[in-house]
T-cell receptor
Framework: DAGVIQSPRHEVTEMGQEVTLRCKPI?????LFWYRQTMMRGLELLIY????????DSGMPEDRFSAKMPNASFSTLKIQPSEPRDSAVYFC??????????????FGSGTRLTVV | DQQVKQNSPSLSVQEGRISILNCDYT??????FLWYKKYPAEGPTFLIS?????DKNEDGRFTVFLNKSAKHLSLHIVPSQPGDSAVYFC????????????FGDGTTLTVKP
């Protein structure tokens, strides 16, 4: 298995532009998580899905952020419009529901977003 | 309110010695605790976990200890190796929200040859 695949690895965009981050979870995993890592706030959960359904989006910072999971093998995190304070590393992770607690998540390599 | 705290941003140890990384939590509903390791430009990698019904779990050179009364856990690495140099994250999840883990800020471990 190739693991959790995120694209792009790096994204530089101008303030006000739309940004879309993509994630392909591990086949068979039915929980998917989007985390953001910054120096100020560490690793914070933005949203997670179980069986393609959003369960908890309380970490999504504001309405500019949206996430979708149209099927079991694909998810997107969209920022529109982007702002410089959105600059961070965004991680996608997946797990088998119920096992992530004891067996951990599998993380992708992250997307480093820079908004100028 | 930070529910999972790693108060030491960094730790430096000599190769072959013991590394002890600490983590404190505040939420008594947490029932699983996990440690992840992260290398630069990579995502965190799951290392070891412990259930709240246990006080110790061991996997090779890695042992996690849990003190529920103190709401404290620690990760021991013995012996430490230069390849262990990484950022270590403590995480916790609660049974009422089984899909969600809360992470600490991480401790950067440097193992010197």
């Amino acid at each position: 298995d190739a693991g959790v695949i995120q694209s792009p690895r790096h994204e530089v965009t101008e303030m006000g532009q739309e940004v879309t981050l993509r994630c392909k979870p591990i086949s068979g995993h039915n929980s998917l998580f989007w985390y953001r890592q910054t120096m100020m706030r560490g690793l914070e959960l933005l949203i997670y899905f179980n069986n393609n359904v959003p369960i908890d989006d309380s970490g999504m910072p504001e309405d500019r952020f949206s996430a979708k999971m149209p099927n079991a093998s694909f998810s997107t995190l969209k920022i529109q419009p982007s702002e410089p304070r959105d600059s961070a590393v965004y991680f996608c992770a997946s797990s088998l529901r119920g096992t992530g607690r004891g067996y951990g998540y599998t993380f992708g390599s992250g997307t480093r977003l820079t908004v100028v | 309110d930070q529910q999972v705290k790693q108060n030491s941003p960094s730790l430096s140890v000599q190769e072959g010695r013991i590394s002890i990384l600490n983590c404190d939590y505040t939420n008594s509903m947490f029932d699983y605790f996990l440690w992840y390791k992260k290398y630069p430009a990579e995502g965190p990698t799951f290392l070891i976990s412990i259930s709240s019904i246990k006080d110790k779990n061991e996997d090779g050179r890695f042992t996690v200890f849990l003190n529920k009364s103190a709401k404290h856990l620690s990760l021991h690495i013995v012996p430490s190796q230069p390849g262990d140099s990484a950022v270590y994250f403590c995480a916790a999840s609660e049974w009422t929200n089984a899909g969600k883990s809360t992470f600490g800020d991480g401790t950067t471990l440097t193992v010197k040859p």
